[in-house]
């Protein structure tokens, strides 16, 4: 069947809207979609750029999809045609991780998340004249009107709900709230720091009210004075412009009082950043990676520094989550207006994806969301 997309032929090169040809003779354990709504996430604008991964371009990226299933391979038990869904990484579902709901760390995550198609290297899209086109970023692939997905990535969600609000879910605010409720998990008294007030900053500090136990300082990082403010009205304590305070370790520890923060949130995958947060990290402090930047960065660490303290350094993909039962928590806490994620969403016509994708690097913008027709 024909279907609008966003395609990025090379490396660098922009979204092109365009009909491409999308392979509806689905396998067992995919679901063909109809997009309703698809979430912008950092990770599509740094693949866009792509150059270390063979085969992946052309390509349609995507992946924090909100849709209407259309049709279901024969072995899927998990939804049917006319559901709402939205959707998520994907994972093998049988491997040890799996079966432990640690679903994204997965044996065969990266090759089924950030591979050129499926498994087997196929694609279900391909350019009107047959040449193909990458598919199944992160299962989906969902910056499309129509999009075959792994079964695994979807998650049903009552019909009700507005889709066209809730697509960012599947990623960036699932992994901000999962990072901090999952990760770093604040206790009574203690100090918590989130790096970059975007939709992952901002989705931690919001889930911050979710806790079993409050911190008694919330400290948000940024350089955009106007996503500080955002964070202040969410609830941080403490907010600080890098720009006018640049020595971060030292700005931490005046805060804090010369003892270091507990639990660190890092959203920037900036190394000379992750390894401010580990100096001024506390005591048996965690300090935790979930943005990523350079896909070579490498950050180092003082051992006898690290040894003395006892602090951690962890990376946290997709918010240490099982989406299937994470999102629908994440629902309910929006739904009683205990975690107001849809605040920071701008809504653009898929067409104009460009325009999205330019307010988002420039900071006006906290999180896009492509609507399809």
């Not at 409050?214 to 400290?219: E, H, L, R, Y």
């Not at 639990?263 to 401010?276: N, Y």
């Not at 003082?302 to 240490?320: E, K, L, W």
Request: aromatic residues 6%; negative net charge; hydrophobic residues 40%.
């Amino acid at each position: 069947m024909i279907t609008e997309a966003l395609v990025v032929a090379e490396p660098g090169s922009p979204f092109m809207y365009q009909e491409v040809h999308v392979d509806d003779n689905i396998r067992d354990d995919e679901v063909l979609v109809e997009m309703k709504a698809t979430g912008v996430c950092h990770t599509d604008l740094n693949f866009r750029n792509e150059k270390t991964v063979p085969g992946l371009f052309p390509a349609v990226f995507g992946h924090e999809g909100a849709a209407i299933v259309v049709k279901t391979g024969s072995k899927v038990r998990t939804t049917s045609p006319g559901d709402h869904v939205l959707l998520t990484y994907t994972c093998c579902g049988n491997c040890k991780y799996c079966n432990n709901k640690d679903t994204s760390y997965c044996y065969d995550w990266e090759r089924d998340n950030f591979g050129v198609g499926r498994a087997d290297g196929s694609k279900s899209y391909a350019e009107k004249s047959g040449a193909a086109i990458t598919s199944h970023f992160f299962g989906q692939s969902c910056f499309a009107k129509y999009a075959v997905v792994a079964a695994n990535s979807v998650v049903k969600v009552d019909k009700d709900l507005p889709l066209d609000l809730l697509a960012p879910l599947g990623c960036g605010i699932m992994t901000g709230a999962g990072a901090m409720l999952n990760v770093v998990k604040p206790t009574a008294g203690s100090t918590v720091l989130i790096v970059g007030a975007g939709a992952v900053g901002l989705a931690a500090l919001m889930a911050v009210k979710l806790a079993p136990s409050k911190p008694s300082k919330v400290i948000v990082v940024d350089i955009v004075s106007e996503r500080l403010g955002l964070a202040k009205k969410y609830g941080a304590t403490d907010v600080v412009n890098s720009k006018d305070h640049p020595d971060l370790k030292a700005t931490l520890m005046a805060i804090t009082e010369g003892k270091g923060v507990d639990g660190a949130i890092d959203t920037t995958g900036r190394p000379e950043i992750v390894g401010k947060l580990l100096e001024s990290a506390a005591k048996k402090g965690v300090v935790v990676t979930v943005g990523v930047g350079s896909l070579t960065a490498e950050v180092s660490t003082n051992i006898f520094n690290t040894v003395n303290s006892g602090r951690t350094y962890v990376g946290c993909a997709m918010g240490s989550c099982y989406p299937q039962e994470f999102i629908p928590v994440l629902l309910t806490a929006w739904h009683d207006g205990k975690f107001p994620f849809t605040d920071l969403i701008k809504k653009y016509p898929a067409e104009d994806m460009e325009i999205a994708a330019k307010e988002v690097l420039d900071g006006s913008v906290v999180k896009a969301v492509l609507v399809w027709k």
